[in-house]
């Protein structure tokens, strides 16, 4: 099963940028669904933007559209998520998951169902204040 490593989180103020990592090792990246997770403070995780094994499918969230971008560099066994004009409501702590199983975006993102092959990362923190 692959591991997973998330980087770039911070602190920024709001109007800023982070770009976010994460780093697959054990196995490639390549034939699985990536999703990236936010969890606020005291809420549940929530599906932000997720990705298709192919790249032929992208989900964001309407609260991030046109803000982040989610992409692959399979040579690199990284996925990133671009987080543009960052708001305090971004605050929280970025999760990444790879799924190998046949899935979805939607189902992944929206429903928020990963199969027992999934893996995730441990995380990473974004705090926008200023």
């Known amino acids: 099963q692959v591991q997973l490593v998330e980087s770039g989180g911070g602190l920024v103020q709001p109007g800023g940028s982070l770009r976010l990592s994460c780093l697959a090792s054990?196995?490639?990246?390549?034939?699985?669904?990536i999703g990236w997770f936010h969890q606020a403070p005291g809420k549940e995780r929530e599906g932000v933007s997720c990705?298709?094994?192919?790249?032929?499918?992208?989900y964001y969230t309407d609260s991030v559209k046109g803000r982040f971008t989610i992409s692959r560099d399979n040579a690199k066994s990284t996925v990133y998520l671009q987080m543009n004009n960052l708001k305090p409501e971004d605050t929280g702590v970025y999760y990444c998951?790879?799924?190998?199983?046949?899935?979805?975006?939607?189902?992944?993102?929206?429903?928020?169902?990963?199969?027992?092959?999934?893996?995730w990362g441990q995380g990473t923190q974004v705090t926008v204040s200023s």
């Open positions: 998951v790879a799924d190998p199983a046949p899935t979805t975006v939607q189902t992944m993102c929206v429903m928020g169902w990963t199969s027992s092959f999934a893996s």
């Open positions: 054990g196995s490639t990246l390549e034939h699985a669904h």
């Open positions: 990705i298709s094994r192919s790249d032929e499918n992208t």
